[in-house]
């Protein structure tokens, strides 16, 4: 009698996680209906045209959720985005990052003239600076690792890495776990910064 008690409430069990698992792992096909607001800025298929604007396309779910609940905490501050994910609730996030993660990310460009320096710094680092080279948590490709969270960043827009770098650098965006990022970004000139952007733009993502 125990036995079949056992095997009962074990399958209960079962079946009750089956659908949270469901869920956390997000709906691509409502994330794309949920996605025609974000559209006029990062394009239906998640690759922003405007530079200044991120290309969310094949971009790690995990990431993307934590981004926009940051963006609804105030953790990261943009008064833009602050507005587009007033309305979201949590499934809603997991919905949107599944959808932009299916897209393929469009192929991006490098600077031929800084481009050698920023493969340096992204493969090596700046040790004279104690800056840590980069593709210790994004990888050789830019892919960067979608368990501990760190985003790809092959192919994105260059003026928006930097602009990231940059606001890491200053504090003005403050969301990095264990301040990694600020740690990183606080010893780079501008000229480090630029040229490393434009590395992981020229990047494509895969290889």
């Known amino acids: 009698m125990n036995h079949k ?23 691509p096909q409502r994330g794309q209906e949920l996605s025609q607001s974000c559209a006029a800025c990062h394009q239906a298929d998640g690759n922003s045209v405007n530079p200044e604007w991120p290309k969310l396309a094949g971009q790690h779910p995990k990431y993307t959720t934590k981004q926009l609940e940051d963006y609804k905490s105030g953790r990261r501050e943009n008064s833009l985005m ?29 600077d031929e003239e ?15 600076q104690n800056v840590a080279a980069c593709i210790a948590c994004h990888g050789p490709n830019g892919n960067g690792n979608p368990e501990a969270m760190f985003p790809a960043v092959a192919g994105q827009h260059a003026q928006y890495s930097a ?4 606001y890491f650098r200053s504090g003005d965006r403050a969301n990095d776990n264990g301040r990694m990022m600020r740690n990183v970004a606080r010893n780079m000139s501008d000229s480090d910064i630029e040229a490393v952007s434009q590395y992981m733009a020229g990047l494509q993502t895969g290889n």
Do not use: C, H, K, W
């Not at 481009?115 to 680092?125: A, D, H, N, S, T």
């Open 5 to 27: 008690l056992s095997a009962l409430f074990a399958a209960l069990s079962v079946s009750l996680l089956l659908p949270l698992s469901a869920a956390q792992a997000g709906d």
């Open 82 to 110: 602050a507005g587009q994910v007033a309305n979201l609730d949590e499934q809603d996030m997991r919905d949107l990052s599944a959808y932009f993660a299916e897209q393929s990310i469009s192929s991006g460009t490098a």
């Open 114 to 128: 800084v481009v050698e320096r920023g493969e340096q710094i992204y493969r090596g680092g700046i040790p004279s």
């Open 163 to 166: 602009d990231q770098l940059r």
